[in-house]
Each structure stands twice: as structure tokens, then as C-alpha cells.
């Protein structure tokens, strides 16, 4: 009996190790199974559009979003649409999107949304795209990336805010808070694709392109826009990817623009950071900032890039800028 108990334990322990083994090769296989699951549905499929039929689809599977986003009262920021990121554009795409952009409907502020999903794909966009495309986004820079400035409300207006009845200051304060908002998102919408443009201008490296943000960063300047600093870190950022060419037509180009300023700080306000007032007048934030200053740091990255001599700047010792890394950027 003692035996046979032995025997019969020796065969369990067989069972349980083999059943065990099959156990581990199952929850191996499935885990493999899973994770290559996983990496092939990380995969970016991307739609490549060329047609107009392409983009009158994108466009309409987006209108509901631009209508959303139009009529809520916050003051948010645009932000890339899934369908958005998932779209690349070639040479072949130039012509249907051209039509695109220049036929969108809506309300400004609709549009203005549009504009941003469908030229964001243009990141990932060659050269030979984007130089064709050049004199199409040089005009929606020019005349849709326009701020808005915040209103200034008449002394009954604001009288009503602290001394009116209680139903006439909840409904003037609520007019109030509505416009302003309506400001605020129509602004950070303007920079969301001032953003996009600034960099697709630069990264192109074609003269009329470089012009147009040369004559944005003069106009930043005269109208005290922080947003000079934004135009500035992007030129920063894809210096290294430059050509001498290109690089020397800013180091000479920008160096003008810091002539017969003095090289002092000065308010700069950023249109796209609200300073709420429930009983004043509503203002934008400002900072302190050195133009001249500022721009001749990258002037003389650009001179780096160029193979120009440094610049003084003022108040202090002069310098060349940054090692200059190879020119890696293939956009063909």
C-alpha cells in the first residue's frame, strides 16, 4: 500500500510539473501574443491626402469640433485633433489643400480652428510641399495671426459692475466675463497657429518666408508683443539645422532691426495671458524685456551659422554664440 501511495504521489508530482510547464508556455505565448498587439496597434497609421474629395471628408469629420469649440464660453486653447494626427501631406497634396484652406466656412473663430488642424500636419511636410505652399501660408500669417485687444469699458458700464442692483451687475458682469473670454480664446487660438506658421516658415528655407518673419518680429517689436520671444526661440531652435545662406540673411537682416533702439527693458504684453478684472478693465499680463538685447544673442548664433563675425552687445563682452552642429534636417 505504502507503495503504491508512493507511486501515485511520483505520478501527481509529473502531472503537476508537466501541467505547470504548460501553464508557464501558455502565459508566455499569450504575454508575446499581447505585447506584439500592443506595438503593431501603437502603430501611426497615416493618411496621406491629396484629393479634394480627402479634404472634404477631414472637414467635415472636424466642423462639429469647430462649432464646439467656437461656441463654448471658456477661453482655452485649440488643441490637435486625434483625426489631425494621424494625416501627412506630400507634393501631390499641395493643390487640394490650397483649396481647403482658402474655401473653409464659418464663423471667424471656426475657421480660424480649421486652419490650425489642417496645417499642422505640414510639420512633418517636405520642403518641396512646403515651398509650394509658401505664398498661401505667408498670407494667413499676415492676415488671420492678428491679435485682439481687450476692451475698454465705459465708466457707466463699470459703474454698474459696483454700484447697480444686484440683478444689473450679475448681468452686466456676466457680458462682461463672456467677451472677454471670447478675446482671450480667439487670441490663444491666433497664436496656436502663429506658432505652427512661424515654424514651417523658418524650417522651409526659402527668402519670401524669411521675410514675412522678419516683418513679424519688426511688428512684435512696435506693438511691445511678447510674442517676439516666441519668433526668436524658434529661429534659436532651428539654427543648427541651417544653412549658411539662409543663416546669413538673418544675421544681417536682424542686426537692422536693433538699430536706433536704445538697449533698454521695456513692457511687453502677452495677448494670450489674461489679467481678469470683475470691476476694471481687464488687462494682459507684461513683461520686462530687452529687444535689442535679445536679438543680438541671436545674431550672433546666426553669425555661428554664417561664418559672420560676432556682434557687441550691450553691456557685455562679446560673444559668439553656440558650437555649431551639423546640418542634419533632410525635408525633401
Avoid at 80 to 87: F, Q
Avoid at 118 to 136: E, H, I, Q, S
Wanted: charged share 30%; with cysteine.
Amino acid at each position: 500500500m505504502i507503495a503504491t501511495e508512493k507511486s501515485t504521489s511520483s505520478t501527481l508530482h509529473r502531472v503537476e510539473e508537466v501541467y505547470s510547464s504548460r501553464i508557464r508556455l501558455v502565459c508566455f505565448l499569450g504575454i508575446t501574443l499581447l505585447t506584439t498587439l500592443s506595438v503593431s496597434y501603437g502603430r501611426v497609421q497615416f493618411q496621406t491626402l491629396t484629393t479634394e474629395e480627402d479634404f472634404a471628408s477631414i472637414i467635415a469629420n472636424l466642423k462639429r469640433a469647430a462649432e464646439a469649440f467656437a461656441s463654448s464660453t471658456d477661453d482655452k486653447a485649440p488643441a490637435i485633433s486625434k483625426i489631425v494626427k494621424r494625416v501627412q501631406y506630400t507634393k501631390d497634396s499641395v493643390a487640394a489643400l490650397s483649396k481647403a484652406l482658402q474655401g473653409l466656412r464659418g464663423k471667424p473663430l471656426e475657421r480660424l480652428y480649421l486652419t490650425y488642424q489642417l496645417t499642422y500636419p505640414l510639420k512633418m511636410a517636405g520642403n518641396d510641399t512646403l515651398r509650394a505652399l509658401a505664398p498661401l501660408l505667408i498670407k494667413i500669417f499676415q492676415e488671420q495671426c492678428i491679435y485682439e485687444s481687450m476692451p475698454h469699458w465705459p465708466p457707466g458700464f463699470l459703474n454698474t459692475l459696483t454700484k447697480g442692483k444686484p440683478q444689473q451687475r450679475i448681468k452686466a458682469l456676466d457680458r462682461k466675463i463672456t467677451t472677454e473670454r471670447a478675446i482671450v480664446k480667439h487670441n490663444r487660438t491666433v497664436n496656436a497657429v502663429e506658432k505652427t506658421l512661424k515654424y514651417l516658415l523658418v524650417v522651409m528655407d526659402f527668402p519670401q518666408a524669411d521675410e514675412a518673419l522678419l516683418k513679424r518680429l519688426k511688428l512684435e517689436r512696435d506693438k511691445h508683443l511678447a510674442a517676439f520671444l516666441q519668433t526668436i526661440e524658434t529661429l534659436k531652435a532651428e539654427s543648427v539645422h541651417m544653412k549658411p545662406k539662409q543663416g546669413k540673411r538673418y544675421y544681417e537682416k536682424l542686426q537692422e532691426l536693433t538699430r536706433d533702439i536704445e538697449a533698454k527693458k521695456a513692457d511687453y504684453f502677452d495677448p494670450t495671458k489674461p489679467k481678469y478684472s470683475k470691476t476694471a478693465d481687464s488687462t494682459f499680463e507684461k513683461r520686462k524685456c530687452n529687444f535689442v538685447v535679445s536679438t543680438l544673442h541671436l545674431v550672433n548664433i546666426m553669425a555661428t551659422v554664417a561664418g559672420e563675425p560676432a556682434v557687441m552687445i550691450p553691456g557685455e563682452k562679446i560673444r559668439t554664440g553656440r558650437i555649431r552642429k551639423p546640418h542634419r534636417r533632410s525635408r525633401r
